[in-house]
Structures are given as structure tokens and as C-alpha cells.
């Protein structure tokens, strides 16, 4: 996981260090991500890389965090999550998300990132359970929301319904960064999925 001797660094070697991954990230090619050329470009040493990280995958943890951060930012100017509409705050979610593909660096960064965690779901089931510190902001998204409008109100059901948009969320998401699907047609089946589980399937 990420050490403590990392987030006690100085802001700007900290963001000069983040940069450095988001650009080992963004490149185009789909080689294998180097520790010597984020070392490189961070001007750091590679020992000092272990005093912050145990492996590369901590640096998904980076990413993640960089990104989750973006997302709770926009939640919180649409004023969406206080008391909010836990389906129209997803359905708000796809739209932030997909629009940083208008930035081609995270465009880049988000392919590549999505297609990794989709490829190594058990791994990363592992990491979020045992290692990832990094996600308790959006959890706790989960704790902001009115029930009243929801037929199963008790927090395991809550709960199982966050993991099912979760889930959904995460497969458009794919299909847009990874297959590299219409946009339009990813929202639209986003959408119609997300209308058929807040009103049901039963007539």
C-alpha cells in the first residue's frame, strides 16, 4: 500500500511524483508500466520509489485517488449528493467521467486503468478488501443519500443496491474507454438500464 512516507512528503514533491505515474500512465503504447521511467521522470531514486510504494500496483491506488477526487469535486458542484437522488447522482457520474476523455492525457490514463482493473478483477477485489486506503470519500457517498423514495431502506440492501450501480457504472465505462463504443449508445443503454432498476422489471 501507499507508505506514510509518501503522503508526509512536501506537496510539490508528492504532486511532481503523481505526475510522473500519470504520464507513465498516458503513454500510448500498451507496454508494461516501468518503475525506472517514473523514477526518472519524477527525479527521485528507485530506492526512494520503495520507501513510498510497495509495488505497482499502489500506483493504481494513485490514480484512483487522483480520480475519485475529480469525481466527488463535480458531485459536489452539482450540489447532487447531500439528501441526493442516489440514481441521478450515477447517472451524473457517467457524464464526469466520460467527459475527461475531452483531456487526452486522461483519456489515456483512464483506458488504460479501466481495462486493467477490468482484466484483474479478483486481484483487484483483493486490493480494495485488504490494501486500498484510498476509496472511503466515495463510500462514504453512500451514507449522504435519502432512502425515503426506496422500497428497501435497511443498510445491507442499500448497500448490495450501491454495488449493483457501482457495477453497472463500471461496464460503461468500459465500453466507452475500452471498446471505445458510441458514446451516445453507451449513455443511452446506461440509462435505460439504470430507468429499469429504480422502477423494476415486474409490470
Known sequence: MIKQTFLNLPEEKRSRIVKAIIEEFSEPSDDKISINRIVKRANISRGSFYQYFDDKVDLIEVLLKSFVERVLQGLNEAALLDRGDVFEVFEQLFEIIVSFADDKTSRTVLRRLTRNLHANDDLVYEYMTNRFNGIEKYKDCSKRFSRDSLRYKSDSDFDLLWQ????????????????????????????RKLEILKHGALA
Open 164 to 191: 449493483i450501480l457501482t457495477s453497472m457504472l463500471k461496464n460503461a465505462l468500459f465500453n466507452f474507454y475500452v471498446t471505445e463504443d458510441d458514446c451516445a449508445h453507451v449513455r443511452q443503454e446506461y440509462r
